[in-house]
């Protein structure tokens, strides 16, 4: 029987995390959760929760940690996270959330946090080629269009370039959030659930790192400390990298992640 995992992926925008996050789920046989799919869902279906999150957006505010906490916690005492686990997508994003999950989980706790790594004129790249639909925010690009025209193949929306994924709203997008995740990041390092994995390369190379990094974290125990796996890191996918390298979770609170360097 395959195992289970608890997971959580951070990262950036244009790394890849939710492609990973799906290979993931796929991979380990655990649902993928994400709480941005979970708000749409919620605020779509008009429940409570969902009227709340709207009125927190349409005001142009951040959603207070409380309401998304809510969320993950009815979603995290459904069956099949009980049983199998679980990739968490785009949630915790602050230290306070992160502390939340952990008593949610209590007396079981999170295995890893994974947060893929990619350097910020490669995701210029990405988020130039990359097309969203309207409707339901599933991601296309250029290079993998949908199926039929610009007609998106999970729910027949309209697949388009977002106008705020220009350069210099993607420069102040990433800025902003390094300045949100560096206290979560940091956190993680500290509890020693941290692994920086390369998001540069194709998805299946990105998808073979994380996967040894989820089994190598596994075969030393829950609190061990991985060893730098040379699986991890793999020259051939760093044809256009500059930082290509995997971080394993031995680098301590006072040493500086590439991300924080970048
Ligand atoms: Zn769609």
Redesign the pocket.
Known sequence: MIPGGRLVVLGKQGAGKGTQCVRLSHHYVIPHISTGDMLRGETKAGSELGLEARQYMTDGKLIPDGVVLKMVAQRLDQDDTRTRGFVLDGFPRTVAQAEGLDDLLDPASLDLAINIVVPTPLVLRRLASRRV?E??A?IYSTAAPPRVGWI?D????EVIHREDDTEAAIHKRLDLYEQETQPLIAWYRIARKLVSISGVGGPDAVSDRLVAAVDDHRSVGAFGVPLPSSRTVDESDAVDDEASHAWPVTAGPSERSPEELS
Do not use: T
């Not at 999970?154 to 929306?157: F, P, T």
């Open positions: 639909c409707d339901c599933a998106c999970v729910c027949g929306g």
